[in-house]
């Protein structure tokens, strides 16, 4: 079978290539899923760089999520059955024509749902919503979050307003709030205006803001927990910009402040089957109700990972790229 291999860690359009690889057998428990399409995620490059939490033994395969097609079932397994259409946002070594992986952590995809869709089911978009989980916001509550417009961004702004809560968004560039507009998200900042503060004041008027979610790192860390009230959090989701967080003491000391972290893959292993399961179905009844959309910015085929990696760093980019055996 074809698959995307690196033999070094470095630049994903220098280091990922095409390479033929036995097909793999499933052993007890296990299934064999022939791969239709797979989202290209930040953390999956951030692999391929050797930068991420979680580090590959060389040479590696990537791709973390995909949907596909049942194609072999090991010993035991008796919960799918050939030519199901699955998805599984947590299966390493995905960019590839087949993948092996455990039955009980695949996802049937429900009918009605495109590949396209399917594609990205799990991973960013389960990353949101056990996010806003977490964060234990009642209906008409506020929070604040900057990379606003990026996929988790724009995904947590939609489920959030489906649950009844207020987001104030913040973005680096003007052009951010219209592209955000263009998809139905409202209450945007653009903190490249020199009145940025005040137009967020206006937008929540006045309202403690009780959560900031940051993104970025950097001075944008610092923006964010400023917003916040007496006794609010700050949750840091990433570090786009800069893996050091520029805070001032002063609003942490005198606000009274917390400063936690979030890593979706440790809260997703932790949760319950239970809870899992219920965001899981509350995700594809948004998606029914156009509640939450998930675009597609492009697909590329395996050959074309060199182009494919430097889709996903466009400025303005809206959609996930994908990627197709």
Known sequence: MRALVH????????????????????????????????????????????????KPALPAQSGT?????????????????IGQRVATGGTFGVWAEYFVTPAAGLIPVPDGLSDETAAQLVSMPFSAIALLETLQLEPGQWLVQNAANGAVGRLLAQLAAARGIHVLGLVRRAEGVAELEAQGITGVVATDAPDWREQAAALTGGAPIAVGVD??????????????????????????????????????????????GFWGLKVSAAM????????????????REGALTLPVSATYAFDDIAQASRANFEPGRVGKVLLRP
Do not use: C
Request: glycine share 12%; aromatic share 4%.
């Open 272 to 287: 319950p089957a239970a809870q899992r399961g219920a965001l899981l179905g509350e995700l594809v009844t948004r998606i």
């Open 65 to 81: 999520e995909a949907v596909g097609v049942v194609d072999a079932l090991g010993e035991g397994v008796e919960s799918l059955s």
């Open 215 to 260: 993104s970025v790192g950097g001075a944008a860390s610092g923006d964010v927990l400023s917003l916040l009230a007496e006794n609010g959090r700050l949750v840091v989701f990433g570090a786009m910009a800069s893996p050091i967080m520029n805070l001032a003491s002063g609003d942490v000391i005198f606000k009274n402040l917390t400063v936690t």
């Open 7 to 54: 033999e070094t860690f470095g630049e994903p359009h220098e280091v990922l290539k095409v390479e033929s690889l036995p097909l793999p057998e499933p052993g007890p428990g296990q299934v064999r899923v022939r791969t239709l399409l797979s989202p290209i995620h930040n953390h999956d490059l951030w692999t391929v760089r050797g930068t991420y939490g979680v």
